[in-house]
C-alpha cells in the first residue's frame, strides 16, 4: 500500500480539523484498518522505514503504532507490527482450542489490563517527556561514577561469582541497604530481613504468595497503583478497594467488620496517585488494628526520599515494636528505571520461613550491579545525590504548581505537591470527563494521566471520587513548565 499517497488523501480531508500529524497518522491507519484497506494479518512497515518514506520524525510513526496497539488495532510481535483480527488477535493464529492460548487466570488479567489502558502511556519509552509520572531526572544521574563502580566490580569478580546468585541477594548490598534504611528511613531491620527483587511489581507478586493463600481479602488504596490491583488478581485474592482522602487510606469500622483483611498495600508516605501523606494518628491506628486483626501491612516507599516540606517522614515499619508491616523499596525512583533493583524488608519473625520461600522462584545474577549499588550506598554518593535532587525536584515543582495556578486551576486544585515526584490536580467539577481530556492532552505530546482510572474499587459500590490529572514534575525542566501548563490549561473546559 502507498502509505504517503494514503496519508495526503487522509490530510486533505481532515485539514479543518488542525490535527497534530501524529494524531493524522493514527486517524488514517485506524481508517484504512476498519474499512479493510488494511487487512487483518497485514505487517505495517518498520517505523524507520514509514518514517523515512513519509518525511516524518519516527517518534512520531512510533506514537500511531503505540495508540492503535493499546486500541486493539494492531498486534506488536518479534518481527514488526500487524493489524489484528476482529478481536483483537492474530488472524494466522496456531493455537486451538477457541482462545489464544491463554490460561483463565491470565485472559482475566488481560481485561484488567484493558479496563485500566486508558492509565497506560501510549508514548514509546525514549519519547517520554512531559509529564510521565515515575521517571526521574535522568540527565543529572552521575553516570560516571557509577560507571567506574561497575567497572571495579566487574574487575573484582571470581569465576565463582559467575555462577548463580545467592537468592536473597548479594549480602554486600543487603548490608548497605539495611545501614542505609536504619539511618535515613528509621527501618528497625538487620541485613538478614533485606532480600533483594529485580523491581516493585516482583516484590509485590511475591509477598502476596507467600503472606496469603488464594482466597483471602488484600486491602488495597482507592485510587491507588494499579499494580497493587493486577498483582492482587493474579494471585486469586479477594481485592478490596479501601478510599482514599487528604490524610490517606481511610477504612471505616465497617471495613474492618465486613472485609478483614489478610494483606493491606499502602503508600503512606507520598500516596499513589492523589500525593496524600498518610497522617501521624492514621499511621497508628492502621497498625494498632491490623496487629488486632492479624493482618500485615505492605508499606511502598517508592518516592519517600524525596519530602520537600521538611525531612522525610519516618516509616510505618519502625514506629512500633514488631510492627506487622513488610516494607518495600526501589532504587528505580532514585536513581535510574533500568537499573532493576528493589528490596524487601520482612519481619524479623518471618525472615527465616521467606528464605526458603525466596530460594525457591527469585531471580539469582546482576552479582557486579548489586556490588556496584552496595559501593555506591557506601560510599556515600547515594545520600550525595538523593539531596541534589531533592532540591532540583523541589524547584520543579515550585515552578509546576506555580504555572498551573496562573494556566490550570481555574475549575482545579493541586494536591500533593509536599512529597515524591509527581501531583496531582483534581478537577472540582466531576462531570468534567479527565479521561478524554487526558487523550486529548497526550495527541498534544503531553502525559497527563487520568486520575480516575487509578480507581481500584470495582465491585465494591465505591466511587473514587478524585477525577484530574497525574503529572510527573521529576524529569522536566523548569523553565519548560510555563509553556505546558498553558497547553494543558486550554484544554480544559471554560
Known sequence: MDFALLLNAFECTHRERGWPRQRLLHECLRAAIRSGQLAP?????????????????????????????????????????VVAGSAGVPVASSVSGGHDGL???????????????????????????????????????????????????????????????????EPQLRMAIAEHLRAARGVVCDAGQVFITDGTQSSLDV??????????????????YGGALAAGRGAGLQVTGIAVDMDGIAPTDDDWRDTPPRLIYTT??????????????????????ARAAGALIIEDDYDSEFRHGGPPLASMQGLVADAPVVYLGTFSKTMFPALRIAFIVVPAALA???????AQGAARGRVAEQLALAEFLRSGLFARHVRRMR??????????????????????AIHGGTAG????????????????LSRSAAQDCIVALALSAHGTGEGTGKEPGWNGFLLGYAQVPAEHMDGLARRLGALLPA
Open 391 to 412: 532540591r532540583l525536584y523541589r524547584q520543579r515543582r515550585d515552578a509546576l504548581s506555580e504555572a498551573l495556578q496562573r494556566h490550570a486551576c481555574a475549575g482545579a
Open 207 to 224: 509477598c502476596l504468595r507467600a503472606f496469603a493463600d488464594q482466597g483471602d481479602t488484600l486491602w488495597i488504596e482507592h485510587p491507588g
Open 268 to 289: 503512606p508516605s507520598h500516596q499513589y496517585p492523589t500525593g496524600s501523606v498518610l497522617s501521624p494518628a492514621r499511621r497508628m491506628a492502621l497498625l494498632e488494628r
Open 421 to 436: 515526584m509527581h501531583l496531582a490536580l483534581r478537577f472540582h467539577d466531576r462531570a468534567w470527563d479527565d479521561l478524554a
Open 103 to 169: 490460561s483463565r487466570r491470565a485472559r482475566h488479567l488481560r481485561g484488567v489490563a484493558g479496563q485500566d489502558a486508558s492509565a497506560a502511556l501510549v508514548f514509546p519509552a525514549d519519547a517520554m517527556g512531559a509529564f510521565a509520572p515515575g521517571v526521574p531526572a535522568l540527565d543529572e544521574f552521575p553516570l560516571a561514577q557509577w560507571r567506574r563502580m561497575l567497572d571495579r566490580a566487574w574487575r573484582a569478580l571470581t569465576p565463582r561469582q559467575l555462577n548463580y546468585g545467592d537468592p536473597a541477594g
Open 352 to 358: 527465616g520461613a521467606y528464605t526458603q520461600m525466596q
Open 41 to 81: 494479518g497485514t505487517r505495517l512497515a518498520a517505523t524507520r522505514v514509514l518514517a523515512a518514506e513519509l518525511g516524518l520524525a519516527r517518534n512520531t510513526v512510533l506514537y500511531a503504532y503505540e495508540q492503535l496497539a493499546s486500541e486493539g488495532f494492531v498486534l506488536p510481535d518479534r518481527r514488526g507490527t
